[in-house]
T-cell receptor, first 112, second 118 residues
Framework: DAKTTQPPSMDCAEGRAANLPCNHS???????VYWYRQIHSQGPQYIIH?????ETNEMASLIITEDRKSSTLILPHATLRDTAVYYC?????????????WGAGTKLIIKP | GAVVSQHPSRVICKSGTSVKIECRSL??????MFWYRQFPKKSLMLMAT?????????EQGVEKDKFLINHASLTLSTLTVTSAHPEDSSFYIC??????????????FGPGTRLTVL
């Protein structure tokens, strides 16, 4: 699975949009981009995933560049409860091999 | 839906004792469960992949005789840390794949178990 790189930390003001970048320049054509987050001392929580098209759900939006070498997770109206470590993972979905390779993630701090 | 529970949430034990951690999928059947370990301020590290009815597959460097995994049913997997030592103190997290959801193969995570070995 492709390696991803993310900034180690980011700050965002409460109520503003939080834009978290992720580089995955070696991603292959069948690898999805998954985003999870982990609030302190809790298990990871799935946010969103996509392959080529931009995706939106009740939690966030995912913007994937046309060449698929990078993506941005957008939390449209960040709240204090969105403070967490956000992980971007490139993953091939396969019945026989499904492992999430966790990088260091981005520590997002939402400030009042 | 898609809730995974872990028990206990916290455990403190003496060095040399064994500790069992349970991971349950509450509203779905999980053919595959995963066990992770996370040290403070570090990312998750996969320890083993557990398939119902078969032996677990351990990652390189993880001692299978020390971390015993049993996946006896489609809703329960257990991790037993045998002869625990202080260096085994960590945050243990399980996740499960929904057997019936072949479209996403999404993993659902438990809340984690904080193990402290004195």
């Amino acid at each position: 699975d492709a390696k991803t790189t993310q900034p180690p930390s980011m700050d965002c003001a409460e109520g503003r949009a939080a834009n978290l970048p992720c580089n995955h320049s070696t991603i292959s054509g069948n690898e999805y981009v998954y985003w999870y987050r982990q609030i302190h001392s809790q298990g990871p929580q799935y946010i969103i995933h996509g392959l080529k098209n931009n995706e939106t759900n009740e939690m966030a939006s995912l913007i994937i560049t046309e060449d698929r070498k990078s993506s941005t997770l957008i939390l449209p109206h960040a709240t204090l409860r969105d403070t967490a470590v956000y992980y971007c993972i490139a993953l091939t979905l396969s019945v026989s091999n499904y492992q999430l390779i966790w990088g260091a993630g981005t520590k997002l701090i939402i400030k009042p | 839906g898609a809730v995974v529970s872990q028990h206990p949430s916290r455990v403190i034990c003496k060095s040399g004792t064994s500790v069992k951690i349970e991971c349950r999928s509450l509203d779905f059947q999980a053919t595959t469960m995963f066990w992770y370990r996370q040290f403070p301020k570090k990312s998750l590290m996969l320890m083993a992949t557990s398939n119902e009815g078969s032996k677990a597959t351990y990652e390189q460097g993880v001692e299978k005789d020390k971390f015993l995994i049993n996946h006896a049913s489609l809703t329960l997997s257990t991790l037993t840390v045998t002869s625990a030592h202080p260096e085994d103190s960590s945050f243990y997290i399980c996740s499960a794949r929904d057997r019936g959801d072949s479209s996403y193969n999404e993993q659902f995570f438990g809340p984690g178990t904080r193990l402290t070995v004195l």
